[in-house]
């Protein structure tokens, strides 16, 4: 598992791999090495929380406009080499809701 400067420059990589512009960078380490934080993205954010006495870490990439958030899911998955990925798509924004 990473530390946190590992897991802010894989931040950094992901949203450079994307194409979002990174506007600054809060991590918070824990002792035992547990890190949350959060890469803040003029095209919205990057979160993240890692626990690695169980080997776990959560990543939530939240994107607008032209970024590619299966670039940035790429380039961390590559950071972190999970054994298992569990992912979810949200569309965001406006969607057609239908009419009653």
């Not at 590619?68 to 790429?74: F, I, Q, S, T």
Request: charge should be negative; hydrophobic fraction near 50%; aromatic fraction near 4%.
């Amino acid at each position: 598992m990473l530390d946190a400067a590992g897991i802010e420059a894989a931040l950094r990589r992901a949203a450079a791999a994307a194409g979002a512009r990174v506007l600054g960078a809060m991590l918070h380490p824990f002792p035992g090495g547990g890190v949350t934080g959060v890469l803040l993205l003029a095209e919205s954010h990057i979160s993240v929380h890692s626990w690695p006495e169980t080997g776990f870490v959560a990543l939530d990439i939240f994107m607008c406009g032209a970024s590619d958030v299966d670039r940035a899911r790429a380039v961390l998955e590559a950071a972190f080499e999970p054994a298992r990925v569990s992912a979810t798509l949200c569309a965001r924004g406006p969607q057609e809701m239908p009419v009653s």
